[in-house]
């Protein structure tokens, strides 16, 4: 299957810094993206969506000035964490659907740590 | 978005079928019912899709009520890889860039 992969796969930062997590599709056209914050213990909960060459639509309650998200390509999305903090510290993971749609294929994962 | 209720953990013993229920009763005729399953510390993993039909894979079976609302994922013989958290989510198919919204899915426990 296709394969979408993630850098870092582990960052620790400290507070008021920012942090940026690559997604990448590397063997398809991705036009759409999303990323997704997973807490231990819980399931994965959707941050936003992310389309090549527009601007990301984000879920209800997350904010868009501290999740900065560019999808400057069809195989690359990011994912900025502004000023993050410890509440932030969490398991980000990104997935990506090529236009055919039928699945939509995961990342590895990146977990960040916050201090 | 159309919920899915799963129940919240399951066991199994290695080597034999297990059977994952799923109900989703506000389906819509534009839904297809997905599974992705999730091992610990990694993202998740695509099983297998469906729309009225019976699927099979080679990961698994999927077996879709006739009236489509509810389906069973099924392993026909576990092995302790297939230990994880399984989903069951509704996308619409219509649209490439349709969400997936997980539920809290079930966690699979399989015992040696």
């Known amino acids: 299957g296709a394969v979408v992969s993630q850098h870092p796969s582990r960052v620790i930062c400290k507070s008021g810094t920012s942090v940026k997590i690559e997604c990448r599709s590397l063997?398809?056209?991705?036009?759409?993206m999303f990323w997704y914050r997973q807490f231990p213990k819980q399931s994965l909960m959707l941050m936003a969506t992310s389309n090549e060459g527009s601007k990301a639509t984000y879920e209800q309650g997350v904010e868009k000035d501290k999740f900065l998200i560019n999808h400057a390509s069809l195989t690359l999305s990011t994912l900025t964490v502004t000023s993050a903090h410890p509440e932030d510290s969490s398991f980000y993971i990104c997935?990506?659907?090529?236009?055919?749609?039928?699945?939509?294929?995961f990342g590895p994962g990146t977990r960040l740590t916050v201090l | 978005d159309a919920k899915t209720t799963q129940p919240n953990s399951m066991e199994s013993n290695e080597e034999e079928p297990v059977h994952l229920p799923c109900n989703h009763s506000t389906i819509s005729g534009t839904d297809y019912i997905h599974w992705y399953r999730q091992l610990p510390s990694q993202g998740p993993e695509y099983v297998i899709h469906g729309l009225t039909s019976n699927v099979n894979n080679r990961m698994a079976s999927l077996a879709i009520a006739e009236d489509r609302k509810s389906s069973t994922l099924i392993l026909h013989r576990a092995t302790l890889r297939d230990a994880a958290v399984y989903y069951c989510?509704?996308?619409?198919?219509?649209?490439?860039?349709?969400?997936?919204?997980f539920g809290s899915g079930t966690r699979l426990s399989i015992r040696p």
């Open positions: 997935s990506a659907s090529s236009h055919l749609g039928d699945e939509q294929f």
């Open positions: 063997d398809f056209q991705a036009t759409t």
């Open positions: 989510i509704l996308r619409d198919g219509y649209s490439s860039a349709s969400k997936i919204i």
